[in-house]
């Protein structure tokens, strides 16, 4: 999922439009344009630019809808009426004719007897249009009750093949987005590669995990922006978390990270943030002894991100020979892998985190 929304968040930065329009088409329901010709799916392009909504970086104006399955979503559905009175499918429909005089109806055909008009039920001649008899332009009947209708009951078939009626028919709302101009700084930090960090870690010959899920001693597992084995061992020697968030680091997010950290076991924590952070979060990070990494951008992040771990490394012992994983560790814990997936859990656990407040 969070690779997906990085994805968008590239080519929004990269074609810099304020406005993402939609377009509906038969084929992909709803589809925005701007992101043809990417890698990324019409549905997580949908996917990702509501999250992005969600998250306040969009903003979003309903501008059509669009109708679709209850039960699958699918857009794609074919109409089929049914008689009204008896639910049959079997129905014809066309021109009708009304003879006043007796009531009866029927299709325009079985009163044509050569150039005149005969009433089938009465055998009376007809005259006078709107006087005699009167016509109606469609007019449904139903071959199974004979009963005659202008409004058939209407089902919906999905492309699934599920079936509904007009009243259970969800209708979604297509929406344009829009970048608010005060967010722009912030998407161009979001679309960062979280590896462009931590790369020239990895060449310092450490072992690297982005973003990382590693179990506390509670059970629980978190996640973090990212972490860093010194040595082949179950616990990392450090764990970060990368702030995006436009507001400055709070000490509720310092406190995120601390306990996630201590639950894991994990002696150094790092937080980077490109937003400042508030006098008690640092105060806290302080009193903690949880690094805050304060970058003016992804460079100059990742410049002081080197500087502090290289000073960490100073105090570490020197790594054992990387010897192969013991057999039975290496069914449950692989070799840290650098992935290049932005850390999204942690990115979302921080805005929920910051809805709670
Ligand atoms: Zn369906
Ligand atoms: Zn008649
Ligand atoms: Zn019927």
């Not at 089929?80 to 079997?90: A, D, E, I, V």
């Not at 679309?191 to 001693?217: C, H």
């Not at 997936?341 to 407040?357: E, G, H, Q």
Request: net charge neutral; glycine share 6%.
């Amino acid at each position: 999922m969070g690779e997906k929304v990085r994805k968008v968040l590239k080519v929004l930065k990269d074609v810099n439009v304020d406005s993402i329009e939609p377009k509906v088409e038969f084929n992909s329901g709803v589809k925005y344009p701007i992101f043809d010709g990417t890698v990324i799916s019409v549905e997580d392009v949908r996917e990702s630019l509501l999250l992005l909504h969600e998250a306040g970086i969009l903003k979003s104006e309903v501008v059509d809808n669009i109708a679709v399955c209850p039960h699958c979503l699918s857009h794609k559905l074919m109409i089929r009426t049914q008689c009204p009175s008896c639910g049959s499918p079997k129905l014809v429909r066309g021109r009708m004719i009304e003879h006043l005089a007796c009531g009866h109806i029927d299709f325009e055909e079985k009163f044509k007897s050569g150039e005149v008009l005969f009433c089938p039920n009465c055998r009376k001649p007809l005259g006078q249009l709107g006087v005699d008899y009167r016509t109606f332009s469609s007019l449904y009947r139903c071959l199974n009750c004979m009963s005659v209708f202008s409004n058939p009951k209407i089902e919906y078939l999905c492309s699934s093949g599920h079936s509904f009626s007009e009243n259970d028919l969800a209708v979604h709302s297509v929406m344009a987005f829009k970048v608010s101009p005060d967010k722009r700084s912030l998407i161009e930090r979001m679309a960062f590669d979280v590896e462009d960090i931590l790369k020239p870690l990895m060449d310092m010959g450490l072992s690297i995990k982005a973003p990382a899920t590693l179990q506390g001693r509670s059970g629980i597992k978190h996640d973090f922006s990212f972490a860093i084995w010194y040595e082949y061992e179950d616990t990392p020697s450090i764990v970060g978390s990368i702030h995006l968030l436009d507001r400055a680091l709070s000490a509720t997010d310092v406190l995120a990270l601390w306990a996630k950290a201590n639950d894991v076991g994990v002696q150094h924590r790092v937080m980077i943030t490109f937003s400042g952070v508030s006098e008690d979060g640092r105060r806290l990070a302080a009193a903690y002894n949880l690094k805050i990494i304060e970058g003016k951008d992804a460079q100059d992040a990742a410049e002081k991100v080197r500087e502090h771990i290289t000073e960490l490394l100073k105090g570490m012992k020197p790594p054992a020979p990387k010897a192969p994983m013991p057999e039975a560790k290496k069914e449950e814990k692989k070799e840290p892998t650098v992935l290049t997936r932005f850390p999204w859990d942690t990115f979302y656990f921080a805005i929920n985190l910051t809805r709670l407040i």
